[in-house]
């Protein structure tokens, strides 16, 4: 279970959030992911993850403004100075929890922007945002989501953000890949795993339908986990999903795909 990183935005929901640290040790975990801790002063945190003897591997940037509809402000043209200083933030955020990955959602495209407009933005600033976090020895990510859970979400093609990733040179800019987008996206989840597996940093599963915990849907994760195995993947595997039930019963996958 070491490679195992419990999403604690999306897990043990039951409980505030500063108590959820607590709850995935005491089902067994190390490690943990959280989507946007910024709420919650940095020194909270820390003492949740030392007395838990947890490690925080990922955190996303700030998304802008979530209730009014942001899914990230990375493609924006005029939100230039918000954008840097989110990154900013997530880096200080990053630093000071001793976090490896920080994951840049890019938001979602209006019909008043020009899509490639919105690419050469998007590939300007993850290209300086990379370069201030190579300075921190951080890694940027970026995801592509699925487009039914998220409409008209700038980024939903893995061949795309591998060329962008190419093409804005950065080495310390990789992929997030999540089972649960790619299956909704296109599926074929192996061979698309495979081909890309070198700009791969980490890993992300939930099962489909429901974004539940896997053994709930149509992803064979035991063949996938195998997978993962003969693709020489050390990386952590981050659990972003929605429990079926009591999160406390949500691992139950665990001994059947022996993950231990």
């Not at 990183?5 to 999306?10: C, D, K, P």
């Not at 700030?62 to 200083?85: H, L, S, V």
């Not at 093409?167 to 081909?195: C, P, S, V, W």
């Not at 597996?197 to 064979?220: K, L, M, S, Y």
Request: net charge negative.
């Amino acid at each position: 279970m070491n490679r195992f990183a419990v999403n604690v935005s999306t897990i043990f929901t039951e409980v505030p959030f500063l108590e959820r640290f607590q709850k995935a040790r005491e089902c067994g975990f190390s490690l943990v992911e959280c989507q946007f801790p910024y709420e919650y002063p940095i020194e909270r945190i820390r003492d949740e993850l030392h007395q838990n003897q947890l490690s925080l591997v990922l955190i996303n940037l700030p998304p802008g403004n979530w209730e009014k509809g942001d899914r990230g402000i990375a493609i924006f043209p005029d939100r230039t100075a918000e954008f840097q200083r989110s990154v900013e933030e997530g880096i200080r955020y990053a630093t000071e929890l001793n976090v490896p990955y920080i994951h840049c959602m890019a938001g979602v495209l209006p019909a008043d922007l020009d899509r490639q407009k919105a690419k050469e933005t998007y590939m300007r600033h993850l290209y300086d945002a990379a370069k201030e976090m190579a300075n921190h020895s951080l890694t940027l990510l970026i995801e592509p989501i699925n487009p039914f859970d998220m409409p008209n979400y700038f980024l939903t093609n893995i061949h795309e953000a591998v060329s962008m990733i190419k093409e804005i040179g950065m080495a310390n800019i990789k992929l997030q890949y999540d089972f649960y987008h790619m299956q909704r996206i296109q599926g074929n989840l192996a061979a698309t795993f495979e081909t890309y597996f070198e700009w791969i940093a980490h890993v992300q599963i939930a099962d489909v339908p429901g974004r539940h915990e896997p053994g709930t849907g149509e992803i064979r994760y035991e063949y996938i986990f195998r997978h993962l195995e003969k693709c020489g993947y050390k990386g952590t595997i981050g659990l972003e999903y929605i429990p079926s039930g009591k999160s406390e019963q949500s691992f139950h996958w665990r001994t059947l795909y022996a993950c231990h």
